[in-house]
């Protein structure tokens, strides 16, 4: 903003000066003077003027004759009126004339003494705890502790429930026979005895005419017996109203066979289960499936079963026993080995195709595979994948999408739609742990001889590598 000055005004300012500078002159003491200093107004000079003093020089200032001002540690006097600007600043000397330079800058003085040590100051408020870190990875099962010494025997319990009878011991010898006795009187007629073995066959009769044509075709070309018509079987089915008709029992041997369009409608025993081929996968034909497959929509967009494979129920709570569901080994169908009460075999699967004969848990080894196979459980198209048609296990990125949509805990993850519960474990070893504190799902990721993992408890949730040995839970999501 400028600045104006009343010119008039600042005369009669000088004016003023003017007198009290000569009546300073007519009282004061003589002085001898060595040198006069004479400042210079325009052309003219006037002893014992006055000097405005306007301080630091300033831009679109009204500057008059008489006025003095600093610039750049200097000191000068305008010498003709004028509005400042950068055409006109000191050390023009069309409107500036030097009063007093800025002197050389003076040598450094010493330094000076140390002050004393001031007192400590109070210690500062303790800054916020960080956050909780991820959990580590699982570190390798340690050998076994030495024995402690063994403890006070305890108080004796109470006794027990009796028992059920022992086997009967060994007859004792016989004694000796004693003298025969007077013939009694004979007794009724006893039932009729067992009857005894078969006589050895006799002779073939002669042979018989020759029968009317039958109604059957039979051909054996090659290991195999076809029929044309309906085939009863057993004697109460002579003339059967289905196209076989066995009147008895029907043995299905165990299988191994591999489940694809060509083996679609076959039946088969598995060792543990009746089940039937789809075209895609060997289903249970003891169990009741829910066809409809109930599902829930996540906020990342993805569709999900709303319940863990084998649960009865979702989860109503985070520790709801009956949303737990089954534990299985990385890769493995649903053969009875999920079940958290399967027997245990130490002995890795081999066979021809990977697929075990049996429905037991393998345990003692990093797979239950001899050959690794990390193909397994690969999208919907997976060997053995154990979700329903169209389903398929979820990707190492796709549970990382769900723990950053709703939270890195177990509690944020069964509060999504998920409802996510912590159904323990089953280890290589073949132990449950952990139900009801912590949940580890499976995912289709591989990582080396590993398999991926979404691992969490109460208050943490994160991604890891497992032992495809382990028994873990399965979530399914639609494909």
């Not at 996540?298 to 649960?311: E, H, I, P, Q, Y």
């Not at 003692?364 to 001899?370: A, E, V």
């Not at 979404?454 to 495809?468: I, Q, V």
Request: charged share 15%; net charge negative; aromatic share 8%.
């Amino acid at each position: 903003m400028q600045r104006t000055k009343d010119f008039s005004s600042r005369k009669k300012n000088r004016s003023l000066a003017a007198l009290c500078l000569v009546s300073l002159m007519l009282t004061a003491p003589a002085v001898q003077a060595n040198k006069v200093v004479v400042i210079p107004l325009g052309s003219t000079t006037n002893i014992g003027a006055s000097i405005y003093w306007t301080g630091e020089w300033q831009d679109g200032f009204q500057y008059a004759i008489g006025d003095g001002m600093q610039y750049g540690g200097s000191s000068y006097l305008c010498v003709k009126n004028h509005e400042s600007s950068s055409a006109n600043i000191p050390p023009n000397e069309t409107y500036w004339s030097l009063m007093a330079g800025k002197g050389d800058t003076g040598e450094i003085g010493p330094q000076g003494a140390q002050g004393f040590q001031g007192a400590e100051g109070p210690q500062g408020v303790a800054g916020p705890q960080g956050a909780e870190g991820s959990q580590g990875v699982q570190g390798a099962e340690g050998p076994q502790g030495v024995a402690g010494p063994q403890g006070a025997q305890g108080a004796q319990g109470v006794q027990g429930a009796e028992g059920p009878q022992g086997v009967a011991g060994p007859q004792g010898v016989a004694g000796p026979q004693g003298a025969e006795g007077s013939q009694g009187v004979q007794g009724a007629e006893g039932p009729q005895g067992v009857a005894g073995p078969q006589g050895a066959e006799g002779a073939q009769g002669p042979t018989g005419p020759t029968g009317p044509a039958g109604t059957s075709s039979w051909t054996d070309g090659t290991d195999q017996v076809t029929a044309t018509v309906n085939v009863g079987i057993g004697p109460g089915a002579a003339t059967p109203a289905a196209a076989l008709h066995v009147d008895g029992e029907l043995k299905l041997e165990s299988s191994s066979a591999n489940c694809d369009a060509a083996a679609t409608g076959k039946i088969r025993w598995s060792g543990s289960d009746f089940e039937g081929c789809d075209g895609t996968a060997w289903m249970s034909l003891t169990k009741v499936y829910d066809l409809s497959v109930p599902t829930v929509t996540s906020a990342t967009g993805k569709v999900w079963m709303d319940r863990n494979l084998g649960a009865s129920q979702v989860a109503t709570s985070f520790d709801d026993t009956a949303a737990y569901g089954d534990l299985y080994q990385w890769g493995r169908p649903t053969d009875g080995h999920e079940q958290r009460d399967s027997g245990t075999v130490g002995t890795q699967w081999g066979g021809a195709q990977p697929q075990p004969d049996h429905g037991n848990f393998i345990t003692g080894f990093t797979d239950w595979l001899s050959t690794p196979d990390p193909a397994l459980w690969n999208g919907v198209a997976g060997i053995n994948n154990p979700c329903p048609t169209s389903f398929r296990l979820p990707t190492d990125t796709e549970w990382q999408d769900e723990i950053d949509q709703y939270g890195a805990t177990g509690i944020a993850l069964f509060d999504s739609p998920l409802k996510l519960v912590a159904a323990g474990y089953r280890s290589s070893f073949g132990t449950l742990g952990n139900a009801g504190s912590s949940g580890i799902y499976w995912g289709s990721t591989v990582d080396g001889a590993s398999a991926r993992v979404l691992d969490f408890s109460s208050g943490f949730a994160s991604l890891f590598s497992y032992s495809r040995a382990g028994g873990f839970s399965v979530r399914c999501l639609k494909d």
